[in-house]
């Protein structure tokens, strides 16, 4: 991909100056491999905006996370799972907090508990995931779509 679209830069470059007469050809030869050079990287720097790598993660970019259905048996309990059951399971309830039950977690939701744990608004006594960096972005928007749903038991 870079390659193509630098060699397309060349090949104008190549074009203009061929299109010169002698007298401003001789003027510019210090120019035109400059010139050259500059429409070379121009071409691999917008060919690196059209590239086809994945470069954005699943965490990252909205194109990738899945907020269709957000339920509360299915993708909520899978989020708090991943990050939360460690120290809320019912077996373990952590500070009295259970996160495996929907009547635990909606307790939470009513006191927006919740919420300020997922987004890490400085509101409760540590940031949670205890001690940990925030979670995923497209983990915190499903709780969020789904809070903002009326946290249904679905
Ligand atoms: C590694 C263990 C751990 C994990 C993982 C964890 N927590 Fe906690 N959580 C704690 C501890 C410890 C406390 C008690 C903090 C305190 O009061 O000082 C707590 C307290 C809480 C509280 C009550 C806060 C308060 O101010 O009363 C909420 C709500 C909470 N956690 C939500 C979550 C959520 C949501 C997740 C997942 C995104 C999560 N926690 C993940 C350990 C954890």
Redesign the pocket.
Known sequence: MASAAGYAAFELGVAYFGSMNTQSRKRSSALRWHLVGVLLVLGIGLSRCVSDDPIATPEDSSALCDTMTVRFSAEIRDV?RR??W???ASSIA??G?I?DTYNGVNA?VTSG??LS??RQDNR???P?????PR?PLCDLRKIEIWVAAGAPNN
Request: proline share 4%.
């Open positions: 708090l990050h939360c460690e120290c809320h952590t500070a907090v996160l939470r508990q919740l744990a997922v409760l006594a540590r949670m995931p205890n001690a940990r979670i």
